[in-house]
C-alpha cells in the first residue's frame, strides 16, 4: 500500500511534475518551471504565479492511469488522489457567496483578502476568488446569493484579476496569475479553465477510478515525451519506467497485466487477438501502442488501427501534459 501523502510529499518536490484540482470545467492548475524561485514546506509550494497545498487524509486512495490524448502518438499519465464519496464532496454551494478572510491562504499577506465562493455547484471543489478590492467587494455584496451566470460579475471578475482559490478535501490551488480576456490564451503556469458547458460532467470513461471513490486532484508525474505544459521534448525511457512502477504500485493490476501482454505480442510479432472493447481495455491497447511507437520504431501494420479512439472516449478534462 503506497501512502498517498508521501506520494504526495515526492511529486511535489520534482518540479517535472503538475497538478489540478476540480472536475471538467472549473479545473485550477498547477505546474512550475524547473529553476523557477518557490517557497513552502513539504506539502505546500508556492511561486509568483500560484501555488499548491496538498494534505490527504489516511482515507485517501490513489489511481495511476494512462489515457490517449488526441490524434496521433500522444497520451496523459496521472496519478488521481481519490476519496470516499462523503469525504471528497465540499460545500457545493449554487450562488455567489462571500466567505471572509482567507485565514488558510498559502502566503500570510493574503490572509486578510475575502474569499468569495462563485457558486459554480461543482461537488468536489469549491472554486473561489480572493480578493481587497473594497469595490469588488461591494459588486459582490450586490449579487449575493444569485447565480455567477445571472450577473454581470463574472465580466468584472475578468476585468479586475482577483485570485483565484480552489479547494477539495485534500487541499487547494491558488492562482495569481492574471485571468486571460477572451481571446487571449491562458498563462504558462498556474491558471483556472471555468468552463460552463462542462460543469457537471464527471471523468471520462477511460479514467479508472476505484469503486465508491471520485478523484479531487490529479499529479501529472514527469511524461517521457513533453514537459507539464505539453511541449515535446526528446524522449526520456527512465520516466517511461518510473511512471510504469507507479501503475505496479498504485494502478489497476487487470489493465497494467494487459499493458504487458500488448507489449509482449507486438515485440514477439504476433497479430491482435481477443483485445477487449470496452473504453478502459481500448484506452490501455492504444496507450501502450503509441509508447510501442516511440521505442521500438514504426507500429506493426495490424495493429496500427488500436492506437486511435473515437473523440467521444477521450477524457474531457483535457491533457495537461500530454506528449
Avoid at 485534500?170 to 498563462?187: F, K
Amino acid at each position: 500500500m503506497v501512502d498517498a501523502r508521501g506520494l504526495a510529499r515526492e511529486l511535489l518536490g520534482d518540479p517535472a511534475t503538475g497538478w489540478s484540482m476540480g472536475p471538467p470545467g472549473a479545473i485550477a492548475e498547477f505546474a512550475r518551471d524547473p529553476d523557477e524561485t518557490s517557497d513552502g514546506d513539504a506539502d505546500t509550494v508556492v511561486t509568483g504565479r500560484g501555488g499548491i497545498r496538498l494534505d490527504p487524509p489516511p482515507s485517501a486512495v490513489l489511481a495511476a492511469y494512462e489515457t490517449p490524448a488526441r490524434p496521433g502518438l500522444r497520451w496523459t499519465q496521472a496519478v488521481a488522489f481519490c476519496l470516499p464519496e462523503d469525504e471528497a464532496h465540499c460545500a457545493g454551494r449554487t450562488t455567489v457567496t462571500e466567505l471572509g478572510p482567507d485565514a488558510d491562504a498559502l502566503r500570510a499577506a493574503d490572509r486578510g483578502a475575502v474569499l468569495v465562493d462563485l457558486g459554480l455547484g461543482t461537488p468536489t471543489v469549491d472554486a473561489c476568488v480572493r480578493t481587497a478590492d473594497p469595490e469588488l467587494l461591494a459588486l459582490v455584496g450586490t449579487h449575493a446569493g444569485r447565480s455567477l451566470f445571472d450577473t454581470a460579475l463574472a465580466r468584472e471578475l475578468v476585468a479586475r484579476s482577483p485570485h483565484r482559490v480552489f479547494l477539495t478535501a485534500v487541499g487547494r490551488v491558488e492562482v495569481y496569475s492574471p485571468i486571460p480576456g477572451p481571446d487571449e490564451r491562458s498563462p504558462l503556469g498556474p491558471h483556472t479553465h471555468l468552463l460552463p458547458h462542462l460543469i457537471g460532467r464527471g471523468p471520462g470513461p477511460t479514467v479508472p477510478l476505484p469503486a465508491g471513490h471520485e478523484a479531487v486532484a490529479h499529479a501529472y508525474p514527469a511524461h517521457p515525451a513533453a514537459d507539464h505544459l505539453g511541449r515535446p521534448h526528446p524522449f526520456a525511457a527512465d520516466r517511461l519506467a518510473a511512471f510504469d512502477a507507479l501503475l505496479d504500485a498504485v494502478g489497476d493490476p487487470l489493465l497494467r497485466a494487459l499493458k504487458e501482454s500488448v507489449r509482449d505480442a507486438v515485440r514477439a510479432g504476433r497479430a491482435p487477438a481477443e483485445l477487449p472493447h470496452d473504453p478502459l481495455g481500448r484506452a490501455v491497447v492504444a496507450v501502450t501502442l503509441r509508447q510501442l511507437a516511440r521505442t521500438d520504431g514504426p507500429t506493426p501494420a495490424d495493429w496500427r488501427p488500436y492506437r486511435d479512439l473515437p473523440a467521444e472516449l477521450l477524457d474531457p478534462a483535457g491533457d495537461p501534459n500530454a506528449g
